[in-house]
């Protein structure tokens, strides 16, 4: 079982950062991919972010070059750094983590965990 807990939420203006955080533990030795999931009020779940465990990334479209995904190993830890951030970035953010190393490219494959969730809120 591995446990997953976001931090970071916030409100904040359109244009400016905030970084979210996800502290990981349990038996996190399986684990080859982390992501960022978003979810707004009426509309599923989307991908946003993913890093394997040898550091390579992929973002949807609609936020690369703006958000950048992170991990530090040392402290099990997962990060979401967001700037730019724009009204449409408001959702609730998911942490995920997923056994298969396909999770990284392949949003079909189901990631294995989830954490609560934070808010963001981007305001005009």
């Known amino acids: 079982q591995v446990q997953l807990v976001e931090s970071g939420g916030g409100l904040v203006q359109a244009g400016g950062s905030l970084r979210l955080s996800c502290a990981a533990s349990g038996n996190i030795f399986s684990i080859n991919v982390m992501g960022w999931y978003r979810q707004a009020p009426g509309n599923q779940r989307e991908f946003v972010a993913a890093i394997t465990n040898g550091r390579n990334t992929n973002y949807v479209d609609s936020v690369r070059g703006r958000f950048t995904i992170s991990r530090d190993d040392a402290e099990d830890t997962l990060y979401l750094q967001m700037n730019s951030l724009k009204p449409e970035d408001t959702a609730v953010y998911y942490c995920?983590?997923?056994?298969?190393?396909?999770?990284?490219?392949?949003?079909?494959?189901?990631?294995?965990?989830w954490g609560q969730g934070t808010q963001v809120t981007v305001s005009s």
């Open positions: 995920a983590a997923a056994r298969d190393i396909e999770a990284y490219l392949d949003h079909r494959v189901p990631y294995d965990y």
